[in-house]
């Protein structure tokens, strides 16, 4: 297994990194990541989950994985191990961030899981060297990266004491989008998502509930209007609508000064109708 070693800030698709705390300054990966910056979900949640968890957890990443999005987890069981396999069943594109090594894959039951992502065109990322083993702290450290990486975090089934919750609250920290699954009142195992839900999270039932919000032009069979207050304002808006994200291919294909680009882009920022990713990344709100 090759191991490449990576400056996150130097490469298109990993540059919204730069919005997290503790930015790695290096990443090791295995595997193929996207060239450009394309839409990427977190979908984390308990690693014990009922079968309602199981079958909401498939669904989601798999329409989402179908649609175009990358999905993102931590290759864990339960939850991050039925995502990452919805993916792969769609040949959609997977994303492993681990807590050890690239080369140690944990647990090592997932070691056919993590062939099959390699296999796929996915990749497996670390911020730690080869050889380093994974570490109670090293997990908590690796999940600002798992929500590091992504346009917006999905929470599927978690119980009330989740270590998915630390997850979101690096998020949060981050800017990202949450969302969550709602679940049965009586379920333990949903209570840390209808807590998350009480405090503002987003409710999420169907993969379009995620792509309104981040990629809505990955959106079939409806046609949204893209309107500005200006000719350039609604210019962008329809770039960014058609998938381009990266500022400076912004500019490129408006066709304007860089200055006045800037200008409308700030603008567009305070009235809200586009937010900053990080890495000189836009999407619309």
């Given amino acids: 297994m090759k191991i490449n070693s990576i400056l996150p800030l130097k490469h298109k698709y990993l540059q919204i990194i730069d919005t997290i705390a503790k930015k790695p300054e290096k990443l ?44 993102v987890s931590g290759l864990a069981l339960g939850v991050d191990g039925i995502a990452h396999r919805a993916a792969l069943d769609v040949g959609g594109t997977t994303i492993a961030v681990l807590a050890s090594g690239v080369d140690i894959i944990y647990p090592a039951v997932h070691k056919s899981l993590a062939s099959d992502i390699l296999k796929s065109g996915g990749a497996i990322m670390s911020e730690y060297e080869p ?3 994974a570490r109670n702290f090293q997990f ?13 975090v999905i929470v599927t089934e978690a119980a009330s004491r989740s270590g998915t919750l630390a997850t979101v609250a690096h ?3 981050q800017g990202r989008e949450v969302f969550v699954v709602p679940g049965n009142i009586t379920s333990p195992m949903s209570a840390g998502c209808n807590a998350l839900l009480k405090q503002g999270a987003h409710p999420v039932t169907c993969a379009d509930d995620i792509l309104e919000v981040i990629a809505p032009q990955l959106l079939k069979g409806q046609q949204t209007l893209a309107l500005g207050n200006t000719e350039l304002e609604t210019r962008i808006i329809q770039l960014i609508r058609s998938g381009i994200r990266d500022g400076d291919e912004l500019q490129a ?13 700030t ?13 000189n990344q836009w999407t619309l709100r």
């Fill in 28 to 71: 090791h990966y295995s595997g193929h990541l996207p060239e450009q910056r394309i839409p990427t979900v977190a979908i984390v949640g308990t690693r014990k989950p009922t079968p309602y968890g199981k079958e909401v957890t498939y669904q989601l990443a798999r329409d989402l994985a179908e649609a175009g999005v990358v999905i």
């Fill in 131 to 133: 050889g380093i083993a």
């Fill in 140 to 152: 908590l450290a690796r999940n600002r990266i798992v929500s590091g990486l992504s346009d917006a």
């Fill in 171 to 173: 998020a949060l920290d």
């Fill in 253 to 265: 294909e408006s066709g304007v000064e860089a200055s006045e680009f800037s200008q409308s882009l």
């Fill in 267 to 279: 603008m567009m920022e305070i009235n809200g109708s586009i937010r900053a990713l990080g890495g």
